[in-house]
């Protein structure tokens, strides 16, 4: 009986160990890149292809890539462990400014966006807020909210970037370059939905409050 104990403890201990050791899934990490309006399309572009995105840890190279292109504009995806890395861009060239010059990536905030342009002036960022509601009014505790580059500005490109959830309040912020941003919320409650295509944030209204909707 003591030796069947034991042999069950030790399977037990095993099958702890093997969960615990096994390795984490990757994760997405974007970073995106935009060029000052006083670029041409075309000049961006030349200069763009040239670029590339670098991610360290700890001081430590972890992966290099040449910028992608899509109808959105240019872009590297990073399939990496959960954790925090510093990302950096490569082959600017020296009369350009890249700001800002370190962005820093997370768990809970995998989109980085940089903007490179003639002038050390061209990306300020401001604080923009979101409110959340209920149908009734109530405060939304812990919602996710997406602020999605609005497309078609000079100088953006279609990126979104994850805020902190909402706080008792029903609130959050983040520090995003001046540009406007729609408001996405994609991980609802259970029984409510949002209208994407309804709430947006720009420069001149950083803060906006949302209400969730009854799903049908």
Same mark, same amino acid.
């Given at each position: 009986?003591?030796?069947?104990?034991?042999?069950?403890?030790?399977?037990?201990?095993?099958?702890?160990?093997?969960?615990?050791?096994? #390795?984490?899934?990757?994760?997405?990490?974007?970073?995106?890149?935009?060029?000052?309006?006083?670029?041409?399309?075309?000049?961006?572009?030349?200069?763009?292809?040239?670029?590339?995105?670098?991610?360290?840890?700890?001081?430590?190279?972890?992966?290099?890539?040449?910028?992608?292109?899509?109808?959105?504009?240019?872009?590297?995806?990073?399939?990496?462990? #959960?954790?925090?890395?510093? $990302?950096?861009?490569?082959?600017?060239?020296?009369?350009?400014?890249?700001?800002?010059?370190?962005?820093?990536?997370?768990?809970?905030?995998?989109?980085?966006?940089?903007?490179?342009?003639?002038?050390?002036?061209?990306?300020?960022?401001?604080?923009?807020?979101?409110?959340?509601?209920? #149908?009734?009014?109530?405060?939304?505790?812990?919602?996710? $909210?997406?602020?999605?580059?609005?497309?078609?500005? $000079?100088?953006? $490109?279609?990126?979104?970037?994850?805020?902190?959830?909402?706080?008792?309040?029903?609130?959050?912020?983040?520090?995003?370059?001046?540009?406007?941003?729609?408001?996405?919320?994609?991980?609802? #409650?259970?029984?409510?939905?949002?209208?994407?295509?309804?709430?947006?944030?720009?420069?001149?209204?950083?803060?906006?409050?949302?209400?969730?909707?009854?799903?049908?």
């Amino acid at each position: 009986m003591l030796k069947r104990v034991c042999g069950i403890v030790a399977l037990s201990a095993l099958l702890l160990c093997l969960c615990a050791c096994a #390795p984490a899934e990757p994760v997405s990490y974007s970073v995106t890149v935009a060029c000052g309006e006083e670029f041409t399309e075309e000049e961006a572009a030349d200069m763009l292809r040239e670029v590339v995105a670098a991610v360290t840890q700890n001081g430590k190279t972890v992966e290099e890539k040449a910028l992608a292109e899509d109808s959105y504009g240019f872009y590297a995806d990073f399939d990496l462990v #959960p954790g925090e890395y510093d $990302v950096t861009l490569k082959n600017v060239p020296s009369a350009y400014f890249v700001e800002p010059q370190t962005q820093h990536v997370t768990d809970t905030q995998r989109n980085v966006v940089f903007a490179i342009s003639k002038e050390a002036t061209v990306t300020e960022q401001i604080t923009y807020s979101v409110t959340v509601l209920y #149908p009734d009014g109530r405060l939304a505790e812990g919602i996710a $909210v997406e602020f999605c580059t609005t497309p078609g500005q $000079v100088g953006a $490109v279609e990126t979104c970037r994850t805020a902190a959830p909402t706080d008792a309040d029903g609130t959050t912020s983040i520090e995003l370059p001046k540009y406007g941003y729609d408001i996405h919320i994609n991980d609802c #409650p259970d029984g409510y939905a949002f209208d994407r295509e309804r709430y947006k944030v720009t420069p001149s209204a950083p803060s906006v409050t949302v209400s969730l909707t009854a799903a049908n």
